[in-house]
T-cell receptor, first 112, second 114 residues
């Protein structure tokens, strides 16, 4: 089963609105990352939050991490049509190597 | 330009015909990894490599082989492809500094096995 589970699976909003996506995971982690993917293309890294951090900002992005609940959220403020994409969370576990586990993703559609 | 390249980008083959998908990065990254992406399942890690000659299994290694003879290259080998390996494949790399580093992804290879 997937370590990361995103919620919702799909989200449709109007331009200018905020978009919130959630991610839950099952085991202890070193860090949690969010990526964006535009229709079947390569993933682009958005933001990384370490396990000892609770909140991080980057431009219009805000990420929170709650290790007690094993969950994270990604907030995109003032969304634009160009934000239309799939968003994935990924967790790194220290298993002697570094296994990365991705969730199934949230498909965001921003209507102009 | 810093990048991860994959070849080929598209491949249609038949069951049992050995194939190799190449991956190369020009960022001197220690860590490289292969993923497959299937609808509704997100990305699943196939194999990863911490450095030259150091590889380990991800979550779905069955039917795949890898090698890491040089730091910049990490080819994915399908010795006897089967239709259930039809998928979109991504290679990625990053610096190996306590895992607190983003992964850089290649453009993807869309493989169809008939």
């Amino acid at each position: 089963s997937q370590q990361g589970e995103e919620d919702p699976q799909a989200l449709s909003i109007q331009e200018g609105e905020n978009a919130t996506m959630n991610c839950s995971y099952k085991t202890s982690i070193n860090n949690l990352q969010w990526y964006r993917q535009n229709s079947g293309r390569g993933l682009v890294h958005l933001i990384l939050i370490r396990s000892n951090e609770r909140e991080k900002h980057s431009g219009r992005l805000r990420v929170t991490l709650d290790t007690s609940k094993k969950s994270s959220s990604l907030l995109i403020t003032a969304s634009r049509a160009a934000d239309t994409a799939s968003y994935f969370c990924a967790t790194d576990r220290d298993t002697g190597g570094f296994k990365t586990i991705f969730g199934a993703g949230t498909r965001l559609f921003v209507k102009a | 330009e810093a990048q991860v390249t994959q070849n080929p980008r598209y491949l249609i083959t038949v069951t049992g015909k050995k194939l190799t998908v190449t991956c190369s990065q020009n960022m001197n990254h220690e860590y490289m990894s292969w993923y497959r992406q299937d609808p509704g399942l997100g990305l699943r890690q196939i194999y990863y490599s911490m450095n030259v000659e150091v590889t380990d299994k991800g979550d779905v290694p069955e039917g795949y082989k890898v090698s890491r003879k040089e730091k910049r290259n990490f080819p994915l080998i399908l010795e006897s492809p089967s239709p259930n390996q039809t998928s979109l494949y991504f290679c990625a790399s990053r610096f190996q500094g306590g895992s607190y580093n983003e992964q850089f992804f290649g453009p993807g290879t869309r493989l169809t096995v008939l």
